[in-house]
């Protein structure tokens, strides 16, 4: 009773989100996005796949449900073998996910001690640190397939089967880091894929924070 439900209309990472009460973001939310970012890969057909999962996505449910919808919604949306939703506790280094499709969860289980101790160094998660910039980045657009190779990370992921992913921030604090990642065998993410998450990112966040609100 008395919690007040949340829609952001900001997609800056530099600077605090704006909010106001919703009741069907779904239906304005196109106007807002499309005067602060230029979209130039994207097609109508895009636009509408992304908004028939819009209802679903702010439909009111707890935090602990909420992953597996967005999971879903992006896993339809931009192809890959599978994505991760990711909660990381800064302080104690603890970490809480979610996988789509759920057969990859044992899968990375396994490899996540050989990544878990060196995420800081991670190119993209680097790039969320030092710039506060948690929007959709490819490992691709920090280093080449030869510097890849040579890290922890593509060691650990190549036995699975992932040469390359797309990555991009939900929530950033000084506790906690949450993420969701897209996983590919090659590096064929397209500009397509990334406006699809830009576009997509707000709306993610804002369902967080209305499950945050309402659990």
Same mark, same amino acid.
């Given at each position: 009773?008395?919690?007040?439900?949340?829609?952001?209309? #900001? +997609?800056?990472?530099?600077?605090?989100?704006?909010?106001t009460?919703i009741?069907?973001p779904?239906? $304005? #939310?196109?106007? $807002?996005?499309?005067?602060? !970012?230029?979209?130039?890969?994207?097609? /109508?057909?895009?636009?509408?796949a992304?908004?028939?999962?819009?209802p679903?996505i *702010?439909?009111?449910?707890? @935090?602990?449900?909420?992953p597996? @919808?967005m999971?879903?919604?992006?896993h #339809?949306?931009i192809?890959?073998?599978?994505?991760?939703?990711?909660? !990381?506790?800064?302080?104690?280094?603890?970490?809480?996910?979610? *996988?789509? /499709?759920?057969?990859?969860?044992?899968?990375?289980?396994?490899?996540? &001690?050989?990544?878990? /101790?060196?995420?800081? %160094?991670? /190119?993209? *998660?680097?790039n969320?640190?030092? +710039?506060g910039d948690? %929007? &959709?980045?490819? @490992?691709?657009? $920090?280093? %080449?397939a030869?510097?890849?190779?040579?890290? &922890?990370?593509?060691?650990?992921l190549?036995?699975?089967g992932v040469?390359?992913? =797309?990555i991009f921030?939900?929530?950033?604090?000084?506790?906690?880091?949450?993420f969701?990642a =897209?996983n590919?065998a090659?590096r064929?993410? %397209?500009?397509?894929?990334?406006?699809?998450?830009? *576009?997509? #990112?707000p709306?993610?966040?804002?369902?967080f924070?209305?499950a945050?609100?309402?659990?």
């Amino acid at each position: 009773a008395g919690k007040r439900i949340f829609c952001s209309l #900001r +997609n800056d990472a530099e600077h605090a989100p704006r909010k106001t009460e919703i009741f069907e973001p779904w239906i $304005f #939310r196109l106007s $807002f996005f499309r005067a602060s !970012v230029s979209l130039r890969a994207m097609k /109508p057909v895009d636009y509408q796949a992304i908004h028939a999962e819009l209802p679903e996505i *702010y439909r009111l449910r707890d @935090v602990a449900s909420l992953p597996a @919808v967005m999971l879903e919604a992006m896993h #339809r949306l931009i192809p890959c073998i599978f994505c991760t939703y990711n909660q !990381v506790n800064h302080h104690t280094g603890a970490l809480v996910a979610a *996988y789509h /499709p759920t057969k990859w969860q044992s899968a990375m289980e396994g490899i996540m &001690p050989q990544m878990a /101790p060196h995420i800081g %160094s991670h /190119p993209v *998660y680097r790039n969320v640190y030092e +710039n506060g910039d948690g %929007s &959709p980045h490819f @490992v691709s657009d $920090f280093v %080449s397939a030869e510097e890849w190779k040579l890290t &922890p990370f593509a060691t650990a992921l190549e036995t699975i089967g992932v040469d390359d992913s =797309l990555i991009f921030c939900l929530h950033t604090s000084r506790q906690e880091l949450i993420f969701i990642a =897209l996983n590919r065998a090659d590096r064929s993410f %397209s500009e397509r894929d990334r406006e699809v998450a830009a *576009y997509l #990112r707000p709306h993610l966040t804002a369902a967080f924070e209305n499950a945050v609100a309402f659990t």
